[in-house]
């Protein structure tokens, strides 16, 4: 169908449905939490895919098939908009999800790099991810699509993931590696530096100790849920009132068991949340 076919025939989402957010995983929930911040009156339903996790080193195949199955997912719960919180599921497969679906949707990735083309001073930026997203060039090709007289550095910092799940945010072995990995970025004179990994903002204050106090770190999670509230404006569907007490606001849905996805949960967001309901992915 054409697009401008299919725009005409769509019907418009609804202002009180829920927003789709989705992740590899628990790490998805940091962008969760910016939007509970941010934009506190919308209901989410969020989807980690705990059975299939990571994404950071699968292929862009893999990484789109898997984001189609938790696009149709969401879409059951006709949510009114799409957050793709996983950085790498940002880099591999935004394209192919924006080209088959007729609901706003948002990746991590632009409002990261948009972030950081406006923080810069020298024009020497950094980016720390997962090794697909690194691979992938994506905050590249979008920095250099605003300045291409920007020079961009990535870095692939894959211990960094199991680090974090493991509680050991501010701990000496996460010090060390993370010493390792960015030394030859403080190295090379950035001056601002992507947390281009859904799990680096819980490392952020061992990750600014190390880069110093003249590195501007960029959280693409909290910039999303910035630009997901503009979104949602343009788009007439920002909630203004809070959801009625006991309309089940936000619902947390996952691929494998729930305990640690739970208690991760808990260790990061406020809201206490009880439970998470398992969902065989592999059926959408
Ligand atoms: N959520 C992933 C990302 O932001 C990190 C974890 C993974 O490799 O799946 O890239």
């Not at 090794?131 to 920095?143: F, L």
């Not at 003249?214 to 979104?231: C, G, I, K, S, W």
Request: aromatic letters at 8%; one cysteine or more; charged letters at 25%.
């Amino acid at each position: 169908m054409a697009e401008t076919e299919r725009r005409q025939n769509r019907t418009l989402p609804d202002r009180d449905a829920p927003i789709g957010v989705f992740d590899s995983g628990v790490g998805g929930l940091t962008v969760v939490r910016e939007i509970m911040r941010q934009i506190p009156n919308e209901k989410i339903i969020y989807f980690g895919d705990t059975a299939r996790v990571p994404y950071g080193n699968k292929s862009r195949k893999t990484v789109t098939r898997f984001s189609q199955q938790i696009v149709r997912f969401l879409r059951t719960f006709q949510v009114k908009t799409i957050v793709v919180a996983c950085n790498t599921a940002s880099a591999y497969a935004m394209e192919a999800l924006e080209q088959d679906i007729d609901i706003p949707i948002i990746g991590v990735v632009k409002p990261g790099a948009r972030a950081a083309v406006s923080a810069t001073g020298n024009g020497r930026i950094g980016v720390i991810a997962t090794e697909a997203t690194i691979g992938s060039q994506i905050y590249t090709k979008y920095i250099q699509e605003l300045n291409q007289n920007i020079s961009i550095y990535g870095k692939a910092c894959p211990l960094f993931v199991p680090l974090v799940e493991e509680g050991l945010w501010e701990d000496p072995v996460t010090d060390e590696i993370a010493r390792r990995y960015l030394t030859e970025l403080i190295d090379i004179d950035i001056d601002t530096l992507i947390l281009g990994c859904t799990h680096y903002p819980l490392i952020r204050s061992t990750l600014g100790k190390i880069m110093g106090e003249r590195v501007t770190l960029v959280n693409p999670a909290y910039e999303t849920a910035r630009e997901l509230r503009e979104l949602l404006i343009r788009h007439g569907l920002l909630r203004e009132e809070p959801p009625a007490l006991g309309s089940n606001r936000y619902q947390f849905y996952i691929s494998d068991k729930a305990d640690k996805f739970v208690h991760f949960a808990n260790s990061i967001i406020k809201y206490g949340i009880l439970s998470a309901k398992t969902v065989n992915i592999e059926a959408y």
